[in-house]
């Protein structure tokens, strides 16, 4: 009785927050790499907690040490997941309207540039980033920042251009970058057939959330690449519509 006496309505409110945050923050980490993270890092914890209880000295000294560096190596681990949860804060309808339609003209250059450049059977592949961050690919290409146009991304691919072997990188109506190189499949049972664009857009795709779309030189055709499944001689409509669904 004594403990329900000092209850407070503060006290509700209190875990009321807290639970809601938790919540939101799982949330925001689903499908990406930092649950896995997330799930190491609870185990170290209770094994921590283990160690003290049992009174393994050498594993509690050892995991005591990395306690000392713990909050460095969260920061490190989870800076892309933290700096897309701090951008999504306060994120209400009046942004989320505002963010499709950067997306939906992003998705509509992207489209026709393909389309045009599947006509003149000019090589590209374009990367569409998702939940999980790419600068580990993006650091090796050249920085550009600049707003998705198709004249953009026709000039990159084009044969005389410095640009036109690598990857372009979008994110959030942006060519983050270009020229990047991407990790090629090596999934045995991927077709002998496809080149190597086709093999780094699985690739990158068996690795991550993000979405590629591929140009072929040889026959002129657009592929869309997700989940490491490739689906090849797509026309401008179906191109638009699951780039619709799958990003905006």
Known sequence: MYLFNDFRWQDVLDILIVGFVVYRLLLLIQG?????????LIVLAATYQGARYFELYTVNWVL???????????????????RRMLTRVGTGPFFGRMHRLVQGQAIEEITRASVLLAGRRIGAIFVLQREVGL??????????????TKELLLSIFLPAS?????????HQGRVVAAGCLLPLTTNPNVSKALGTRHRAAIGLTEETDAIAVVVSEEEGKISLVREGRITRDVDAGVLRSTLQQLVA
């Open 135 to 148: 600068n580990e690919y993006v650091e090796g290409g050249t920085r550009l920042d600049a707003q998705i």
């Open 162 to 170: 410095p640009l036109h072997d690598g990857a372009v990188v979008l």
């Open 32 to 40: 990406t790499r930092a649950v896995s993270m997330l799930i190491g």
């Open 64 to 82: 005591d040490s990395i306690g000392n560096v713990i909050l460095i190596l969260v920061v490190v681990v989870f800076q892309h997941d933290i």
